[in-house]
Structure formats: C-alpha cells, structure tokens
C-alpha cells in the first residue's frame, strides 16, 4: 500500500497568508518574537532619500532559532513546536503562536522575508538565515551554520516591498499598533516593544481602563461562562475603533470593528474567552463576515455591553453641567425616574445636552429661560424622535435672540407637539406648490410630464389646492 502525504501548494499558501491589515502582518512577527522569550522587540521602518518605505525589519533579543527547530517549523505548516506549549521556556509567558502561520504573513507586505537568527546550541553560538520569496511560499531556503560569538535573536527582514506602505510610518500607525500591544505590555512590564522608534507605553497612552464584569451567556449552540471584557480609553486618538479576542491567556489573536457609538471617547475593547482560541485556532477570527452562530451572539453581547458602558460615561461626564441646570431651573424633569424607560431616556437627555453645551457658547452663555426653552424641545425630541436629533439641536440653538424670545413666547400659549405638527405641515405644502410649479413650468420636467400617474396623483394626494374648505369636506 502507498502512503500520500498532503502538501500545501502556492494558491492554497498564498489564502492562509495574506492579510488585509499589513499592522497585523508585522504584529505577527512581533508575536513570534514575543514566543521567542524576547524582553525587546524592535519594528524599524526603513526610508530612501525621498522619505519612502523600503523596508521593515523586526529584530528581537529572544532565544533564536536553532536549525533542528527551523527544520520542523519551516517544513510544517501547522504543527508548530509552540503547539503543546502553554508558557514560554525562559520567562514563563503566555504563548501567542499554535499553528505555525504567522511567518508567512509577510506575504501581503514584501516579496521576500530574511530571517538572520543567533541561537544557543551546546553551550554554543551558532547562526544562519533563512529566505523565503513571496512567489514561492512552498520553499524556504536555509544556508549553513556559522559559529559565532554574538548574543542570541532574531532579525526579520521583508525587503523589497509590494508597494507604498507609507503610511506605516505614520503616528496613526504607531497608535494602531499600540492598541495590539499596550495589555501585553500591562501584562508583562518587563518587555520593552518599540515601533519606529516609539516605545509602546501604556502609562502614556491609556487614560482609563475598566473590566466589565461578565456571566454566563447561553448561546445557540453552548454556554460561554469564561468572558473577560475590558475597555482601554487611550489618552490620544486612534485610526478606528476595534474588539480585539483574545484567548483564556489573555493574549490578542485577532480583532473586529467595533461599531459601538461614542462621541468623544477614543478606546478599544478586549474579550478574552477559549472560545476565541478556538475561533484562531481554525484561521477564522480575522474574518469581517464570519457567520459562526454563537460568535455572533456573543458579539452582538459584547457591543450591548460597550453601548451600555459608554452611555454611562457620558452620562458621568455631564452630571455637573445636570446640576447647574437643575439649579437654575432649567431641567425639564422632575424627581427620580419612573421606570427603566425614563431612565434610559434621561440618560440619552444628559448626552445630549452636555454636546450641545460642549458646542455651542450661545447655549453657556443664555439666560436660564433660553435653556428652559432649548432644553424642554430637546426633551420632546429624546422622546419621540432621537434620529432626528442633530438636526433639531442646531436649529434650536442657533436661532437669533429676537427668535428664540418669540419661539419661547409661542411655547407658553400652545404645546411644542402642536408647534412641531403644524410646521410640518406647511412644510410638505410648500414642497407640494414646488413640485407642482416644476411640473408645470420647468423646461426639464414640462414635455414629460403625464396628466395621468403623476399630475393627478399628486392632486389627488393634495386637494387644499382647491380651497381649505373642499380639502376638509373629504372624508
């Protein structure tokens, strides 16, 4: 009988490595470094003279590489040494790598990867490098051992590269990359992570940091009960808003775009669950349309949960400006709330409120009577119609003094509902005699314009052309 082995070919290769996200693709290869009992990991970003990208190194103080180690590693995919291992050999941290993938994530960036490795075999230090081109991902090339006296490490070199990666030398990118890194750093202080040139520092960077606490939460296929949520508020703005999962170990394997609402707060969240390992293990994690059904649950759990965090601080943040208002009896509630409804309600109100006043000083500097009027409009708006918010608030708060004396008169004879509905309707009627009048009269419209379909359509719909009289005689 004959025994056929399964190899990995270039297209199948080429699936598994490449990466939108070239950040990612160079976190890779910090992570194995990291693996590698590394207590200093460099990312050096390498210009010409005209100030373009032409190269990224990563270069790291760990244990290196051995050559019966490269042997296995490099000839696997999957399989990986790092795969039974749970903490690393020397320092005893948590493990990032499992599968042996993520050297090949240069593949997006470069269109060659350089591995120059120092390792102790024997007492002994030995060195070589390894070569793999990004055409070719089947082969990696390894020359022979040289002695050497040299500490051990790793450099990583991807050179020459795919395109203009310019942007990688940006602020934006550093901040991108330390929202990877900051909790391993939290985690383990005595690793020293530079990017270009800048020290990933969490004691700079996080202005505030929460853990959500979480339960059991039954999804459709099982019950996850290990989820650790935290939120990390940076101090300075980042490129986009992420939930970053991570393993029981507490170590980042991949993110997705938050999409969670809040004004003025930069952040990112991390989940830690085994669920997740399981997830990266399988190589679907990174996916933006994963449709695995428990992961979306608890995805969509996750959101609710940074939703629900965010309205309460913004809540806190406004309590003081809450307070003067309510003393200058401008607040237009009264008491405690009467059930979890008005409480949400008021919590959307305060938001809000504290926005206009951060953005409008006509608002901060009004009399108390101006903010009773702005303030009781903005409620009825919280109330039955929050979409349309930003728009009412601009109109309201931007009204000359002589209207908003006038608007705040017309409030004390009749409702604001009263006010909100016959406005409308002048409105659509001003609408209506425009469309009408282009019908009729515009060049554009007037040679294709149908008596039957559309002019008596809209006739039909609006029979106060005739007279106010004949219009409310119709049932």
Not at 436 to 455: D, I, N, T, W
Request: proline share 4%.
């Amino acid at each position: 009988m004959t025994t056929l082995s399964l190899l990995p070919k270039q297209d199948f290769l080429e699936k598994e490595a490449s990466t939108r996200d070239p950040i990612r693709g160079i976190a890779e290869l910090v992570w194995n470094a990291l693996d590698a009992d590394a207590t200093q990991v460099s990312v050096i970003l390498t210009t010409n003279e005209l100030g373009g990208l032409v190269a990224i190194a990563v270069t790291d103080n760990g244990h290196g590489i051995s050559q019966d180690q490269a042997r296995h590693d490099f000839q696997n995919l999957g399989d990986s040494h790092k795969r039974k291992a749970v903490r690393t050999r020397v320092h005893e941290r948590a493990v990032h790598g499992k599968e042996g993938r993520g050297r090949l994530k240069f593949f997006s960036i470069a269109r060659r990867a350089r591995w120059e490795t120092v390792a102790e075999v024997n007492g002994k230090s030995q060195s070589f490098t390894l070569t793999i081109q990004a055409n070719d991902l089947e082969k990696c090339d390894m020359s022979a051992v040289t002695a050497i006296d040299a500490p051990t490490g790793t450099t990583v070199e991807l050179s020459p590269l795919k395109g203009t990666f310019d942007p990688l030398s940006s602020q934006m990118a550093f901040r991108q990359f330390s929202t990877i890194f900051a909790p391993y750093i939290l985690q383990y202080p005595g690793v020293e992570i530079s990017y270009n040139g800048f020290t990933v520092d969490p004691r700079i960077t996080i202005d505030k940091m929460h853990d959500i606490p979480q339960g059991k939460i039954v999804c459709p296929n099982r019950t996850i009960d290990d989820l650790r949520l935290r939120v990390i508020e940076w101090s300075t703005p980042t490129d986009s808003r992420q939930i970053f999962f991570g393993g029981d170990n507490g170590i980042v394997l991949g993110s997705q775009a938050a999409y969670v609402q809040a004004p003025n707060f930069q952040f990112s969240a991390y989940a830690y669950s085994g669920f997740f390992r399981e997830l990266a293990d399988a190589n679907l994690l990174d996916l933006e349309g994963i449709n695995d059904p428990d992961f979306l649950h608890l995805l969509e759990h996750i959101r609710g949960n940074l939703k629900d965090y965010f309205r309460e601080r913004q809540a806190d943040l406004s309590k003081g400006l809450i307070q003067e208002l309510k003393d200058q009896g401008a607040y237009p509630y009264e008491g405690e709330p009467s059930d979890e409804i008005e409480k949400r309600e008021r919590q959307v109100f305060d938001i809000a409120t504290h926005a206009v006043s951060s953005n409008s000083r006509e608002f901060a500097k009004a009399d108390s009577t101006v903010k009773r009027m702005t303030l009781a409009f903005l409620k009825e708006a919280v109330k039955h119609n929050p979409d349309a918010l930003s728009t009412i608030l601009r109109a309201v708060v931007n009204l000359p003094k002589n209207q908003q004396t006038d608007f705040s008169e017309l409030l004390q004879r009749t409702e604001l509902g009263n006010i909100i509905t016959s406005s409308s309707l002048i409105a659509d009627r001003v609408t209506t005699l425009s469309t009408l009048h282009s019908l009729v009269f515009a060049p554009k419209y007037r040679q294709s314009a149908k008596e039957r379909g559309q002019l008596d359509a809209l006739i039909r719909d609006n029979t106060w052309l005739f007279g106010e009289q004949f219009h409310l005689t119709l049932p």
